[in-house]
């Protein structure tokens, strides 16, 4: 079964840097892509960035474009997000997800979440 787990959120102060982690274990078949997305109170939930499981494409939302940057590292199972220049209206909770598309749609498996919060 396939699980999903999100770590590395917190607390930090406008124009600080976080870097999430998103854990997969139990695939049964290869993904088009795994991504992240985001849910800010009040707010329907959002794509973020995807990255390709085939060529390594990645793809951004343009409020995240020259700040977030998506990686992977195969031999552990783990998709990244680094966070830079955070400012107030990137707080919300961050999932992880799979079969994400170059649309920020996903069709797949949810992790549970983690939170990022930035304020002063």
């Known amino acids: 079964q396939v699980q999903l787990v999100e770590s590395g959120g917190g607390l930090v102060q406008p124009g600080g840097s976080l870097r999430l982690s998103c854990a997969a274990s139990?695939?049964?078949?290869?993904?088009?892509?795994i991504g992240w997305f985001r849910e800010a109170p009040g707010k329907e939930r959002e794509g973020v960035s995807c990255?390709?499981?085939?060529?390594?494409?990645?793809y951004y939302a343009d409020s995240v474009k020259g700040r977030f940057t998506i990686s992977r590292d195969n031999a552990k199972n783990t998709v990244y997000l680094q966070m830079n220049s955070l400012k107030p209206e990137d707080t919300a909770v961050y999932y992880c997800?799979?079969?994400?598309?170059?649309?920020?749609?996903?069709?797949?498996?949810w992790g549970l979440g983690t939170q990022v919060t930035v304020s002063s």
């Open positions: 997800a799979t079969d994400c598309l170059d649309d920020l749609s996903v069709v797949g498996s």
């Open positions: 139990g695939f049964s078949r290869d993904y088009y892509g």
């Open positions: 990255i390709t499981s085939s060529d390594d494409n990645t």
